[in-house]
């Protein structure tokens, strides 16, 4: 197994790369250098050991569908190829292609997304979402007086980082543990985070406690924003599918012998939010309502895909 794709694959599993869409450019990435290591000459061999990669690379996490989309996008048209080296040359292309369009997609979602907040508004996110960021800081860089909420989102403290990101642009930010969330709201104006997965009827997968921020959002009439690229939408639940919860370690919860061995931990690491408690989905192709998403899908992947 190429080396790259066994580390770029490990690095995911650890969360050394973490976030849906830069997990999605590391998967794409990680396809591009099995493509410029590979030495061989027998195209039914790299198809098959494409294949492989491809599997431990999608292994990797399994929630966020922005990783399936960056890899399929990357390996598309591959097996028409004529032989290996025009097989790499389109992986090559395709996964260099991806990555510049998710790129300049989080610089779009960032530009229509300021717009939606307003002088003087008080902000809260959830984990740490790159694209919800980049809204956010883009607004305080056209000189709009924000300040913003940001939980600590246990158990990784994704917030941790989030803070750090935030004030490093100079933004009013507050630190907050999740159970304050709904104490807090009463405070906020309007809601911003990421997607890991939105589903063909317009429902979020992202972080676990983003459907408690959502329900408390609501309560308090707040508005409620998902800031997401539309390779987050996932074509596989156009067909049904529903989008599979990463548990991760309990250690990542609990430290070793705190609690009885009989007691059990549950660590599910995301969370599904119903599309009615969302205001508007932030996309690089304008800003949406959930009951959208199918026709983007459509649109996007048509029916070709479901032929696969
Ligand atoms: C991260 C998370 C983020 C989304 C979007 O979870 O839930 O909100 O992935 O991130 P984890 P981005 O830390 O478990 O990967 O906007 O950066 O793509």
Not at 49 to 58: C, E, G, Q, R, S
Not at 150 to 166: K, M, Y
Not at 267 to 284: A, K, L
Request: proline content about 3%; overall charge negative.
């Amino acid at each position: 197994m190429d080396q790259n794709v066994v580390s770029i694959s490990q690095d995911i599993r650890d969360m050394k790369i973490r976030g849906a869409g830069r997990i999605a450019r590391a998967g794409a990435t990680a396809v591009c250098r099995f493509a410029e290591g590979y030495s061989g000459t027998d195209l039914t061999s790299f198809s098959r050991d494409l294949d492989d990669a491809v599997k431990v690379i999608l292994d990797s996490r399994p929630t966020a569908v922005s990783l399936w989309n960056g890899v399929h996008a990357s390996i598309k048209g591959v097996k028409e190829a004529s032989g290996v080296e025009e097989a790499k040359e389109i992986l090559i292309r395709n996964s260099n292609e991806f990555i510049a369009e998710s790129n300049e997609a989080v610089q779009n979602i960032a530009r229509i997304g300021a717009k939606r907040i307003e002088d003087g508004d008080t902000i809260m996110t959830h984990c740490n979402s790159s694209v919800a960021i980049g809204v956010i800081a883009e607004a305080h860089r056209q000189g709009k007086d924000i300040k913003v909420y940001a939980t600590e989102s246990r158990p990784w403290r994704q917030g941790i980082l989030t803070v750090n990101d935030l004030s490093r642009e100079g933004i009013d930010t507050t630190l907050i543990i999740d159970s304050a969330v709904r104490l807090v709201m009463k405070k906020v104006d309007k809601v911003f985070v990421g997607a890991d997965t939105i589903t063909s009827h317009g429902a979020l997968v992202n972080k676990i406690g983003t459907s408690q921020v959502a329900l408390a959002a609501k309560e308090a009439r707040v508005q409620f924003y998902v800031c997401s690229e539309t390779y987050k939408f996932s074509p596989l639940t156009l067909e049904g599918d529903l989008v599979k919860i990463e548990e991760r370690e309990i250690s990542e919860v609990v430290r070793p012998g705190e609690i009885p061995d009989s007691v059990k931990v549950f660590n599910p690491v995301f969370d599904v939010t119903p599309s009615q408690y969302i205001d508007g989905i932030i996309t690089e192709l304008g800003l949406i309502s959930p009951g959208s998403v199918y026709d983007i899908l459509e649109k996007k992947f048509g029916t070709e895909l479901m032929k696969e």
